[in-house]
């Protein structure tokens, strides 16, 4: 482990994509991993992930763990699907063959979903027992939280000839049929997630993903030197704005400390794996290039569209 935080030149893919380098996903990420500046990227990425609401807290617990999340992701892609005339009707059965989780912790997490208002449930007129699981604008933006950031910061990286966030925020049909393809792909070849081992497993664990930011967000704050850390990595102040126990947060830096990944100590980030911050930063580049290409993609359909129209 190195000794303390330090700026690194990260030129190459992780090794675990590497042999994906040839694909155009991996070509555009390695375009924006020579970016000097890519560290400076990558914190504002984790500002906005750490960035405190008032709703928040209910929101991590739905959304801030890899299975509810992909399950979300699977609602969104079954309806665009259905929408298509692609596939099946989007039904909890459906979303409960995905094999992410049990049937009962899906229907759970559905259950939740409907009582916040995230998923609407819509009875079919032909067949009173049949229910349609029917993502909201609301469910979107929130399964797209990540998403959008990663592509407003490729864009801040490599400029579009329009902002393409702007075309899938104002659309909801846009940013629905963004996340749909990006699951799609997903489910063909799973070359951005699976190959990170470490961001993986810290994915399975309760607002996991978003404790691990705050600690990639106060290694470059050191680097930068900007101001200091806001969400400090204690354990209490992770809890509080993550609505998870203190006891969690310590669980996950004492598997972190263990595992040689990184270490805190008294709040402040101590040690850091230099193969783990390579990890991040293929990762990250790796989110940027898969949803600007999505995002490309879409906007080209909105633009033809409106070109008929006209």
């Not at 999340?69 to 909890?92: A, K, V």
């Not at 995905?98 to 559905?110: E, M, N």
Request: glycine share 4%.
């Amino acid at each position: 482990m190195n000794s303390s935080p330090a700026p690194l030149a990260c030129k190459e893919l992780y090794h675990t994509v590497r042999q994906y380098g040839q694909r155009p996903l991996w070509r555009l990420a390695t375009e924006f991993l020579q970016r000097e500046e890519l560290g400076r990227h990558i914190l504002r990425y984790c500002v906005e992930m750490n960035r405190e609401r008032s709703p928040r807290k209910t929101s991590n617990k739905i959304f801030g763990q890899q299975f509810r999340y992909m399950i979300c992701f699977n609602l969104i892609s079954n309806y665009m699907s259905w929408q298509r005339g692609d596939g099946e009707p989007p039904t909890l059965k459906m979303l409960q063959e995905t094999g992410f989780a049990s049937p009962r912790h899906v229907a759970d997490l559905i259950a939740l979903l409907r009582d916040s208002n995230h998923v609407i449930a819509q009875r079919q007129t032909t067949d009173r027992r049949l229910i349609y699981l029917i993502p909201s604008p609301k469910l979107l933006l929130e399964v797209a939280r990540s998403p959008l950031s990663f592509l407003k910061i490729s864009e801040d990286i490599k400029p579009a000839d329009r902002s393409l966030a702007n075309v899938l925020v104002k659309n909801p049909d846009f940013l629905a049929l963004w996340i749909g393809r990006s699951d799609e792909e997903f489910k063909k070849l799973d070359t951005v997630f699976q190959p990170f081992a470490n961001i993986v497993q810290f994915s399975t664990r309760d607002a996991g993903y978003l404790i691990l930011t705050a600690v990639i967000g106060s290694y470059y704050s050191n680097i930068y030197h900007e101001e200091p850390w806001k969400t400090g990595l204690a354990p209490e102040n992770l809890a509080r704005r993550f609505g998870v126990s203190r006891q969690h947060v310590r669980n996950l830096f004492s598997e972190a400390r263990e595992s040689g990944v990184f270490a805190v100590n008294r709040g402040q980030l101590s040690d850091i794996n230099a193969a783990f911050v390579s990890e991040f930063e293929t990762w990250s580049v790796g989110q940027m290039a898969h949803y600007r290409l999505l995002a490309e993609e879409i906007a080209n359909l909105a633009a033809a569209g409106a070109t008929s129209e006209a």
